[in-house]
Every structure is written in C-alpha cells, then in structure tokens.
C-alpha cells in the first residue's frame, strides 16, 4: 500500500475532524465560495471544508488519498442531501490525471495536500486542473510555529524513528519560499502567490487529557510516535510531554473542555487568465 494512504488510513481521522468543523465553515465563507463555482477539494478528508462549500451552492468533489475517509464524506453527503453536488473520491494529489485539465474554478486543500509526497507534482497538478482566472487556496502547517499542530507533529517526530532517505517534510509547504519555488515551477508568477496567517481553532467537549487521548487512538502519526515510543520503553514519557502540551495550549475557562487555536499559512494562487 502507498505509505501516505496507509498513514491516513490508519485510525480515524473523522473522530480528530469533528473537532475542527467550524473552522472549516468560516473558511469558506471568508475566501468566498459561491453558488455555481466548481470546486475541488484536495486531501478532503471527510469534507470539513468540502461540506459548507457545497452548502454554499458550490458543486463540490473531495479527493483524498484514504478510502476510509471517502466513504465517510460520502456518507456526509448523503446524510446533508447534499449527494447532487457533493461527491467524494479516492485520489493521490501527486498525480490528478483522471481529471481534466482547467476543470474547476476552485481548488483548495486545507492541511491535505501538504501531506502528499513529491510536492512538486501537486503543485503542477493543482495548477493544472484550476481554470484560467481561477484560485487555489492551500491551508499549510508552519514549521517551528509554536501552536499546537506543529508542536504536536514536532513531538511525535522526536519519538519516532528517522524518516526515510529522499524525505520531503510535509512542514515545508508551510514556508513561504518553498511554496513561491514549487508554484513557480508550475508556471505562475511570483506576484500571483499571497500569504497570511491564519487561525484554526480545534474545540473537543472534554478536558486536554482526554483529547491528547483522541489522537493517540485515531491520528496516524500520533499512534506511530506512539507506537515507536512503546517499543523503546518511552511510551508514558510521550504522553506526558503531549498533555503538557495541550494543557498549556487549552484557552477553554471551563476545565472540561478544550479549545485550542492552532496558526497556519494560507496561501492563494491566483491561476494565469
């Protein structure tokens, strides 16, 4: 199996989406999807941002590497009759090809598409399928930023073994001359990509011990740090420096709950008209 596949295969990453889903909707309304607009919804999920883009009269097709996550947006779908417009497929962003070039007006990819191998290859593939005049817009993960997510990923890296020779970390989309350079070597202009930080806040109806619990169970690269760290007798250690850290990232007043704001880029391509 493809790597990155089994990596999102593994668990259920819906049970760590549903913490995520009203972010999703001010994201779509912010960059301003509207009825009509073709949209693509890369590395999906099971459609926290696919969902309200069709709920905005968008028509939607989430792609995503994991077919477990397929399934369940599809289910989504069909449960918001929402079916007509909304579809979900499996799919590697590295490599779009059965889709037709200039196909959507919209291509977006929030914390999906960054975790595909050779970056290269989706940015040229995301140009690609977007229409002349149209625009992506990519959600990236800031490497060394001190919220969550990056700590989160940092951590679990520190206890999990080397990665393999020829590795591209999915960290890199979050840096601003990675992105300009990939972009670039897809054909558009350096004054056609803009950046800002942005803001997902994660919201869990339980206190930071229970939600560090959530992704040791359900989130791939949390349960192979943890996996890894078992094996090397470091497995409590983890779990404490998790907890500490969701502790001191928890901005919740009431001690049973959690909210925590994670920071990433957002890029916007505009695609040559």
């Known amino acids: 199996m493809n790597p990155n596949q089994a990596l999102w295969e593994k668990g259920d990453f819906t049970r760590i989406a549903a913490a995520m889903r009203e972010s999703g909707e001010a994201l779509v309304r912010d960059i301003g999807i509207r009825a009509g607009a073709r949209v693509l ?43 007509e417009r909304l579809r979900f497929q499996q799919g590697d962003a590295s490599n779009l090809q059965p889709l037709e070039s200039g196909r959507f007006d919209w291509v977006v990819s929030i914390f999906g598409a960054m975790f595909a ?59 601003e001359d990675q992105v300009l350079e990939r972009f670039g070597a897809a054909g558009v202009a350096r004054e056609a990509v803009a950046f800002q930080r942005d803001t997902y806040t994660f919201r869990y109806p339980g206190p930071p011990p229970a939600y560090v619990d959530l992704f040791r169970r359900y989130y ?54």
């Open 41 to 83: 919804d890369l590395g999906c999920g099971d459609g926290t941002t696919a969902l309200p883009a069709a709920q905005a009269g968008a028509q939607v097709l989430g792609v995503d590497i994991a077919s477990n996550l397929v399934a369940a947006g599809n289910r989504r779908a069909a449960e918001a009759q929402l079916s």
């Open 117 to 175: 191998p050779r970056p290269h290859d989706v940015a040229r593939e995301m140009v690609r399928v977007t229409r002349p005049g149209g625009r992506i817009v990519m959600g990236n993960w800031i490497p060394n930023d001190p919220t969550l997510v990056a700590q989160l990923l940092r951590i679990s890296a520190s206890y999990s073994p080397p990665p393999p020779e020829g590795f591209v970390s999915p960290m890199t989309w979050g840096v």
């Open 220 to 273: 791939g690269p949390t349960m192979n740090a943890f996996e890894a760290a078992a094996k090397a007798g470091r497995e409590e250690d983890l779990r404490r420096d998790l907890e500490a850290l969701f502790e001191s990232q928890n901005r919740s007043p009431d001690p049973g709950r959690t909210v925590i704001p994670a920071t990433f880029l957002r890029v916007t391509v505009q695609v040559d008209g």
